[in-house]
């Protein structure tokens, strides 16, 4: 009986999370790209790869039916391109002339949401935001729009009907039924059954331990990967040690991290008036968690750090998906929100009783403090993990706390770089790292013979400022004196197919400009009264 009930707690707990994720507007038939084309030879670019390898070019690549087939260096930086010793093209053959322009792998987006109702934002919105900023795969971490819905879509990225990423399907643990998953037997009859799906894994968010236990075995039995955010419900009884220890692949945000890092205590150190349901208290409080654990270095966080490392165990930080926690007036006031943000997701974002990640009750000087000394402690474990060879990829979580699809990736790279990442670990995280979580390394996340032609093209180096990421570029003063935009990614190549990232945005804009158009929607700060005429 207890254990039916604390099953059914967590089973409201995720439907609570999974009000923002009723299924959203489906994508339209693909209008947008160029190709694919039989063969492409891309000319002159200099590529920042993944393997480990310094930038490197001029360079032409040969693609065949969205396969790299060649990576040529033509030159030298300065000087004249001799002709013949380029590949040769014919006359039927895409030839894009790239020349001093970067390319870098496709990014991998590995806690990206569909959308949801809630927010109100059709799937071309969500799939043009990230294909704008290079994003050329995404796991869809808990599928909240329905395994019917991601599949469809999936299935149609698949065979380029739709202008959208590479998905990868994570359902819910427990979605789909219409009672909470209650037995061991249960979980593992869940599990075969969302494999039969064609599911790629599991998100799951916490369940009593035999469950959860019997769900990951029988989720390893079948191949598949895995992810949990460590719910505060469950993760008393199942922190990251141990469900790493039962086969779970990945971890998303840091939630069970310092649990398992705990040495005076065995469980959070909760206010005595605390409510899980009450958004201010749940990560108010999850600010604080970080100094609770054992301090770096201690034989405790060694020991952490080893068993996982021991384990092959990934971590997707989600860095920037808290980020307003440290500076809520910055994440409100950015440069994308005006142009780019739909006013129902503006609406989403402010501070609210009912919306989950609309916490903001009474944030301030306190929480923020806060908030920069648990990333401090995070950012340090997770810098510790890579380098001494532990895998962490990168992820957004966007549509929730002032983060964008799309821009809020390009946050998380730039957050990498903060807690310590070198610029090439950066691009690393972001590209082959995700595809070795995925099991796609052979596919996908590094640029070599053999592999989807899957590109991020830009004018701008992104190793000396990973700003030129932004849809919304980078400022820089030019010559005149005068302050400019420069960057954005120009062409992102998914598939063997070249969209124009600034097309891209531009459409998202059409999308944005008429929903406000229709809904009177100025976009006005929490609090902040509209002024009549």
């Known amino acids: 009986m207890l254990l039916n009930k604390i099953?059914?707690?967590?089973?409201?707990?995720?439907?609570?999370?999974?009000?923002?994720?009723?299924?959203?507007?489906?994508?339209?038939?693909?209008?947008?790209?160029?190709?694919?084309?039989?063969?492409?030879?891309?000319?002159?670019?200099?590529?920042?790869?993944?393997?480990?390898?310094?930038?490197?070019?001029?360079?032409?690549?040969?693609?065949?039916?969205?396969?790299?087939?060649?990576?040529?260096?033509?030159?030298?930086p300065g000087a004249p391109i001799d002709e013949k010793d380029r590949p040769k093209a014919g006359p039927n053959d895409k030839v894009f002339?790239?020349?001093?322009?970067?390319?870098?792998?496709?990014?991998?987006?590995?806690?990206?949401?569909?959308?949801?109702?809630?927010?109100?934002?059709?799937a071309d919105y969500v799939f043009k935001l990230w294909l704008a900023h290079g994003i050329t795969t995404i796991r869809d971490p808990a599928s909240g729009n329905g395994v019917k819905w991601t599949m469809e879509h999936k299935a149609k990225s698949l065979k380029k009907e739709i202008t959208a990423p590479r998905i990868r399907c994570y359902p819910a643990f427990g979605s789909g039924w219409d009672k909470p998953v209650s037995t061991a037997e249960e979980a593992r009859v869940w599990v075969r059954e969302n494999a039969k799906n064609g599911a790629d894994g599991i998100k799951f968010f916490g369940a009593a331990p035999e469950i959860f236990k019997a769900a990951l075995d029988e989720n390893k039995k079948l191949g598949l990967?895995?992810?949990?955010?460590?719910?505060?419900?469950?993760?008393?009884r199942m922190n990251v040690l141990a469900t790493a220890a039962a086969g779970l692949t990945t971890m998303e945000h840091w939630y069970g991290l310092p649990e398992a890092l705990f040495e005076g205590q065995t469980l959070q150190d909760y206010p005595a008036d605390y409510n899980y349901n009450n958004e201010q208290h749940r990560f108010e409080e999850a600010g604080r968690l970080w100094k609770q654990a054992a301090k770096p270095g201690s034989e405790r966080w060694d020991f952490?750090?080893?068993?996982?490392?021991?384990?092959?165990?990934?971590?997707?930080?989600?860095?920037?998906i808290y980020d307003a926690n440290r500076d809520f007036m910055r994440a409100r006031q950015a440069d994308w929100h005006k142009i780019y943000t739909l006013p129902s997701l503006w609406k989403f974002y402010a501070p609210s009783r009912i919306s989950h990640g609309s916490y903001w009750f009474d944030w301030g000087t306190e929480q923020e403090i806060a908030w920069k000394e648990n990333y401090?402690?995070?950012?340090?474990?997770?810098?510790?993990?890579?380098?001494?060879?532990?895998?962490?990829?990168?992820?957004?979580?966007?549509?929730?706390?002032?983060?964008?699809?799309?821009?809020?990736?390009?946050?998380?790279?730039?957050?990498?770089?903060?807690?310590?990442?070198?610029?090439?670990?950066?691009?690393?995280?972001?590209?082959?790292?995700?595809?070795?979580?995925?099991?796609m390394e052979d596919k996908i996340g590094s640029v070599e013979i053999g592999k989807y032609a899957d590109f991020v093209?830009?004018?701008?180096?992104?190793?000396?400022?990973?700003?030129?990421?932004?849809?919304?570029?980078?400022?820089?003063?030019?010559?005149?004196?005068e302050a400019v935009r420069i960057g954005g990614v120009k062409y992102t190549v998914k598939d063997g197919i070249i969209y124009d990232a600034k097309k891209l945005l531009a459409d998202v804009k059409a999308i944005v400009d008429k929903a406000k158009a229709e809904n009177d929607g100025e976009l006005l700060q929490p609090g902040d009264k509209k002024i009549k005429p």
């Not at 790209?33 to 690549?61: W, Y």
């Not at 987006?109 to 934002?121: A, L, V």
């Not at 990967?225 to 008393?236: D, P």
């Open 97 to 122: 002339d790239c020349s001093g322009m970067y390319l870098l792998p496709g990014f991998i987006d590995m806690h990206g949401h569909i959308g949801g109702q809630s927010q109100g934002t059709p």
């Open 376 to 439: 401090r402690l995070w950012m340090q474990f997770v810098n510790e993990y890579k380098n001494k060879g532990g895998r962490v990829t990168a992820g957004s979580d966007s549509g929730f706390i002032y983060q964008l699809y799309g821009f809020g990736y390009i946050r998380e790279l730039e957050l990498l770089r903060e807690a310590g990442f070198l610029p090439l670990e950066v691009i690393r995280a972001a590209t082959l790292k995700g595809a070795e979580a995925l099991g």
């Open 7 to 76: 099953t059914l707690t967590l089973f409201f707990h995720i439907s609570f999370i999974f009000c923002a994720f009723a299924q959203i507007e489906k994508a339209v038939d693909r209008r947008e790209g160029d190709g694919p084309f039989e063969r492409m030879v891309i000319r002159g670019v200099t590529l920042i790869n993944s393997t480990g390898a310094p930038p490197q070019g001029p360079v032409d690549i040969v693609v065949e039916k969205n396969i790299i087939k060649l990576i040529k260096n033509v030159g030298y």
């Open 304 to 320: 952490v750090m080893n068993e996982l490392l021991k384990l092959d165990f990934t971590l997707d930080p989600t860095f920037n």
């Open 225 to 236: 990967k895995s992810a949990c955010h460590h719910a505060q419900l469950e993760v008393g």
């Open 457 to 481: 093209i830009l004018e701008e180096n992104p190793l000396s400022n990973l700003k030129v990421l932004y849809g919304t570029g980078a400022i820089k003063l030019d010559d005149k004196n």
